[in-house]
């Protein structure tokens, strides 16, 4: 499945890997998973398959040389974030402390968590525009393209809108989407920060020490095309 390249390339190869190895109550859909869930399944899959010792490839980013590394997966049973039950069910209401403020009354967003189904739109998204730039030549800045995405993941999670005298929700995709554009840092920062700080999920965030340098840096745990084979029998550096 992972192998391949017309579902590689089409992002579907996850949720193929889903529907062979991971069996779900009823006729509930891998793509209604949360995120985490769905990372969290793909690190276990892999070490029930193969083992928890995974071996990878990494470039230092201080003298860009390439060298192997060994991690064992069940490091990140510590990393895992459950839910909280205090804050109920989605969505979840966030206060809006800039706009909050500008117009002297609570203004406020309803979230929820990130799904496999919006993954699956951001990654096509990110695929169609790819084309587009090719096909017209132009090229966009990586700024702006992170900037746009950043932005199109809150219009996804955001279901409404309201505050103090606002006697409807604003609940239209579109007008959310609208909101999300002018909205300021401050806000948007205040929801992203949110959504990290209590999604469901397990932190891969590793350390890794450059066996060329020394560099001592952090890095997403990589999953490269070696992720489902068996460890090799290289000469890792440290991590």
């Given amino acids: 499945i992972l192998a391949t390249q017309r579902l590689a390339q089409t992002g579907q190869s996850i949720d193929y890997l889903f529907q062979h190895c991971v069996q779900l109550p009823n006729v509930f859909d891998a793509l209604n998973l949360l995120a985490g869930d769905r990372v969290f399944l793909v690190f276990y899959l892999r070490g029930i398959t193969h083992g928890n010792e995974y071996e990878f490839a990494i470039k230092c980013p201080n003298?860009?040389?390439?060298?192997?590394?060994?991690?064992?997966?069940?490091?990140?049973a510590n990393t895992i974030q459950r839910p909280r039950p205090e804050l109920g069910i989605e969505p979840f209401r966030v206060v809006l402390p800039y706009m909050s403020e500008c117009?002297?009354?609570e203004v406020w967003v309803n979230v929820r968590?990130?799904?496999?189904?919006?993954?699956a739109a951001i990654t096509n998204r990110v695929r169609f525009n790819k084309k587009l730039r090719v096909s017209s030549g132009r090229e966009t800045s990586t700024a702006v393209t992170i900037d746009q995405t950043v932005t199109d993941n809150l219009a996804m999670v955001i279901t409404s809108f309201g505050g103090q005298d606002y006697p409807?929700?604003?609940n239209d995709s579109f007008k959310i989407k609208a909101l999300v554009d002018r909205m300021h840092g401050k806000d948007t920062a205040t929801i992203r920060t949110f959504l990290r700080e209590n999604s469901p999920g397990i932190d891969t965030t590793i350390a890794v020490v450059c066996p060329e340098c020394s560099h001592d840096y952090k890095t997403e745990l990589p999953i490269t095309e070696s992720f489902f084979r068996p460890t090799g029998k290289g000469k890792p550096g440290r991590t």
């Fill in 63 to 76: 003298c860009e040389a390439t060298s192997v590394h060994l991690y064992n997966l069940n490091e990140l």
């Fill in 113 to 119: 968590f990130m799904r496999g189904k919006d993954i």
């Fill in 168 to 170: 409807d929700q604003v």
């Fill in 103 to 105: 117009l002297k009354r």
